[in-house]
């Protein structure tokens, strides 16, 4: 059975869906990004990125218009051979996640399956989530393989990282298995075969792992912090050339939509038994407690406006998504006399200019570590837990 388009991808517009169709566009595939934001459809189908990610934009000049349109028209899930699904778990207002969500919005965009199509998962599903889709396509969907091929990269890395780093890939079906395999070779260095369930489990341990990591650097910190010595200092001198304590971070905040939410996913998964995850959750999550409660040591911050550099989750983005920062400015709310927060690259409403920030704070805190502030001037105290300025990162 013929297809018009090579793939489709269901919230094709966001972070994750536009890097993969830019990927695969830019590889001479057929691609066509369906998603119910019409602002993010229009501005894709303008040459317009909707969000910053470097390198996106040279891709979309060359393939915007030929090799990839944007609909919010859902009859296009019939144009596709593969329709890949980047509609992620959330976790609700109890911490809990919905493992229903990606077969509920699946089972809504049923009629526009067509038989001979493949199925791919791509975003972080819960454990258990590809066998209830491949159960729903079974009974309503005739002719659908599925397969689980979960995204690895890195917001600002996004189209390097889909090129070089492997992807995995995983089917029930030895064919399933075969199709996604030869799509992703279009794009990847790498393929490595899994079960599904593996994969689901794989995905999760990827970011869970990482924010462990991110604890361990964190409690260090303040600990070194307590006892009146500089992590930073002492980091630097215990991983030079000294491999096995190479991968030991630096401090800072340890957010966005992936690292929190994949760890609560998977103590949820084990019972709440996962207690080192929950430690992790306690550690990064307090971390901007920490820097308030050792701040009111040194300050009056009743009498004081601080400012905060950085609402981004991360350096070099435009994404706040489950950003501490956003903690931080909640509570030196209730501490300071006043707060001002900016960002080059935040669209928010409250966030002001730079210099204004500067002139007007009498403390400063870099929350997101942006290129921007490496020359930050001034007289007033910086508290820099990410050794942006090279001064070091005790408080």
Not at 101 to 128: C, H, K, M, N, W
Not at 176 to 194: G, Y
Not at 297 to 318: C, N, P, Q, Y
Request: with cysteine; proline share 6%.
């Amino acid at each position: 059975m013929g297809f018009e388009r090579d793939i489709v991808i269901v919230g094709g517009c966001g972070h994750v869906g536009l890097p993969l169709g830019l990927a695969f566009a830019d590889r001479g595939l057929r691609v066509v990004l369906y998603d119910i934001d019409k602002q993010k459809v229009a501005q894709v189908n303008d040459g317009i990125l909707p969000a910053s990610e470097p390198g996106a934009q040279e891709v979309l000049d060359r393939v915007a218009g030929s090799f990839l349109v944007a609909s919010s028209d859902p009859t296009v899930l019939s144009t596709a051979e593969h329709v890949v699904i980047v509609i992620g778990t959330p976790v609700g207002a109890h911490l809990a996640p919905d493992p229903q969500a990606v077969p509920r919005a699946i089972d809504e965009l049923a009629e526009y399956f067509r038989e001979g199509q493949l199925l791919i998962l791509r975003s972080t599903v819960y454990p258990g989530v590809t066998a209830s889709v491949e159960r729903l396509v079974e009974r309503d969907l005739v002719g659908v393989e599925v397969a689980f091929c979960p995204e690895r990269i890195a917001e600002g890395r996004a189209l390097v990282e889909l090129s070089e780093l492997p992807q995995l890939v995983a089917a029930r079906s030895p064919y399933a298995m075969e199709r996604a395999t030869r799509l992703f070779e279009t794009i990847a260095s790498k393929v490595v075969q899994l079960n599904p369930e593996e994969a689901e489990l794989a995905k999760l341990f990827t970011n869970t792992y990482r924010y462990i990591k991110f604890a361990a650097a964190n409690q260090l910190y303040m600990i070194a912090n307590d006892f009146g010595c500089d992590y930073e200092r002492i980091r630097q001198a215990l991983t030079d050339d000294y491999p096995r304590a190479a991968d030991l971070p630096g401090a800072g905040f340890a957010a966005g939509p992936c690292l929190l939410k994949d760890t609560m996913q998977l103590a949820n998964f084990d019972d709440n038994r996962f207690t080192l995850g929950h430690a992790s959750m306690a550690i990064n999550e307090g971390l901007p407690l920490y820097l308030v409660s050792r701040l009111e040591k040194r300050f009056h911050l009743a009498f004081m406006t601080v400012g905060i550099l950085g609402m981004a989750f991360k350096a070099e983005s435009d994404d706040p998504r489950s950003s501490l920062a956003y903690k931080l400015k909640r509570v030196l709310g209730f501490k300071a006399e006043r707060v001002l927060t900016t960002d080059p690259f935040v669209d928010d409403p409250d966030v002001v200019p730079l210099d204004e920030v500067v002139a007007a704070s009498d403390l400063l805190i870099i929350a997101a570590p942006h290129a921007a502030y490496r020359d930050l001037q001034t007289e007033r105290p910086v508290i820099d837990i990410w050794n942006l300025l090279q001064r070091g990162v005790r408080i």
